[in-house]
């Protein structure tokens, strides 16, 4: 086809080369997979031959010459730039139209995979979740006096849960095989590994959180509060600044610590019914407050109430537990603690709703729910403790997901068997995160060394805390994951300690799973039986 092209008349070639880029490339994308494929493999071997033909034999003229043709050299020049611009719009459009439909193809694929074994095993059998993962699911003592766990049946996961465990669970095997590899060659310095991970998680937000309909919620993001810290600056006329000289005067500079943050509110939702202040996960290194606003869409419509979701500082730029004070300056705002948004005292940016800014301080406090998954769960357990230990008004209720209460962890049980966190580089993270670990040197801070911060502190493991005069607590966690000795530990902690607690125990899920309401619906349920929670204190705190 292409030789055709090319011995058929030099000016014609023209046609050949360029119509096609009119005719076909703006409806390639609704071309079919193989379709596109073909017609753009066609175009890139004309172009590839026509540009070597160039490259080969001088110019465009000696072949237009043997062909009875006359070209110029501007004429030549247009020609080649044209062709090379073809070339690579092609490469393009083909790279574009093979991810895109190669994903669907794929997708479509292994859900019919799925959907043939639907009937078949699940990774993850009843015996052992009862014997291995969560014993004391048969353990009547241990059920009886902890009548506050509620285990959910152990029906068969989804077809679309299947598919998202096997995904995860792969690809922490693949990951976990390759970060072995990297420490055995001492390649994996904790720099290169918080640049890995942080790499790893922005891909894996940007292909599974989709954003719920603009038509039916309200989403403003970018929202900046400002702790302004005020100080003066004195200089004597003959004081210096390196080169420049400073005349005498006295300068009053603010320093602007922003806390950024995103509103999720349903078209139904009311600042009158209240307030979801939510901390999303990421072990305290990674993850963005963008993550979670769909499952905070859900809830918002749910529950009646606008959710906030707080882009908290990350370690270990900001290591623990400077995050806490993020939360809280959200917090102390909401409450208008000291004036802090009726008096303006912590400015906020123009693109804040008036609705949220003119709403009435003073029992607030009585409407807000505080939540946040993981890591972020354990961050809204040490905001209520700090809320408590400031002596401020205490929240409506709290709805920590799967919460990380014991930084140093509660060993190995699960370990190998959750989908989704690794144990990998875990000492070396949580170094990390409190700030004992240097990024670029390595360099470990010893107990005696300025600077070093006990990971049992319960500034930064809430477990240890004293948990008396706690708000009311609903902890969803999954009986396979790792951090279920997190939650179970602290749920007896606290009821010991006369806090009031329910617990949600899913048999087969992942870590998390209620975030995921975009990809399988025991996510949507288990945000539905928090709603049911959320609502019931709300409604108890209006009678």
């Known amino acids: 086809y292409c030789q055709h092209l090319l011995t058929s008349g030099g000016c014609r070639i023209h046609l050949y080369l360029f119509v096609p880029t009119l005719l076909l490339i703006p409806g390639r994308v609704l071309h079919a997979l193989f379709v596109a494929v073909v017609e753009s493999a066609f175009q890139f071997a004309m172009c590839a031959q026509y540009i070597f033909l160039y490259l080969e034999r001088g110019g465009f003229s000696i072949y237009a010459q043997s062909h009875e043709c006359q070209l110029s050299t501007d004429i030549e020049i247009v020609v080649l730039l044209l062709c090379v611009v073809q070339l690579l719009s092609t490469c393009f459009v083909l790279c574009c139209v093979t991810v895109s439909k190669g994903f669907s193809v794929a997708k479509f694929a292994r859900r019919a995979g799925y959907r043939s074994h639907k009937n078949s095993e699940f990774r993850l059998s009843k015996q052992e979740i009862e014997f291995e993962a969560c014993p004391e699911l048969l353990d009547e003592a241990y059920m009886e006096s902890h009548a506050y766990i509620t285990v959910l049946p152990f029906t068969t996961p989804s077809i679309e849960y299947r598919e998202f465990d096997h995904f995860l669970h792969a690809n ?49 993001d970018n929202i900046y509060l400002n702790n302004d810290v ?11 600044i390196e080169t420049g000289i400073i005349q005498y005067r006295m300068a009053v500079l603010y320093l602007n610590n922003d806390v950024r943050f ?12 209240g307030i979801i202040q939510y901390t999303h996960g990421g072990a305290y290194v990674i993850g963005s407050h963008r993550d979670s606003i769909p499952m905070l869409a859900l809830l918002s419509e749910l529950t009646g109430c606008v959710a906030i979701s707080i882009d908290y500082k990350l370690a270990p730029e900001y290591p623990l537990p400077r995050c806490v004070e993020d939360a809280l300056t959200v917090y102390r705002w909401l409450c208008d603690v000291d004036g802090a948004r009726s008096a303006r005292r912590v400015s906020v940016t123009a693109n804040c709703p008036q609705w949220l800014l003119q709403m009435d301080g003073a029992s607030i406090h009585e409407k807000i729910v505080i939540s946040g998954d993981s890591a972020g769960g354990g961050l809204a357990l040490l905001t209520v403790l700090a809320i408590k230990n400031l002596q401020l008004n205490m929240p409506c209720c709290a709805w920590p997901i799967s919460p990380w209460t014991r930084l140093k962890g509660f060993g190995e049980r699960n370990s190998l068997r959750d989908a989704m966190i690794t144990d990998v580089f875990q000492s070396e993270t949580i170094d990390l995160i409190i700030g004992n670990l240097d990024m670029e040197t390595g360099a470990l801070k010893q107990e005696n060394d300025a ?11 809430p477990i240890n805390a004293d948990l008396r005069g706690l708000c009311p607590l609903y902890l969803s966690v999954s ?20 806090v009031e607690i329910e617990v949600e125990i899913e048999p087969f899920l992942c870590h998390v799973f209620p975030t995921f309401v975009a990809i399988f619906p025991e996510a949507k349920s288990a945000v539905s039986r928090a709603a049911k929670f959320i609502k019931r204190h709300l409604d108890a705190v209006k009678s």
């Open 172 to 220: 922490k095997l693949k990951r976990t095989g390759q970060l072995q590899k990297k420490i055995a060659a001492e390649k994996l310095t904790p720099q290169a590994m918080l640049k890995e991970t942080r790499n790893v998680a922005h891909l894996f937000g940007l292909t599974l959180v989709k954003m719920p309909s603009k038509k039916e919620f309200t989403i403003i």
């Open 479 to 498: 009986a396979a994951e790792k951090l279920l000795d997190d939650t179970l530990k602290f749920a007896e902690k606290a009821h010991e300690e006369g």
């Open 230 to 240: 005020r100080f003066a600056v004195v200089a004597h006329r003959n004081a210096s």
């Open 451 to 461: 600077g070093f911060c006990d990971a049992d502190d319960p500034k930064c493991s």
């Open 262 to 273: 995103a509103v999720v509110a349903h078209r139904n939702a009311s600042i009158e019914t």
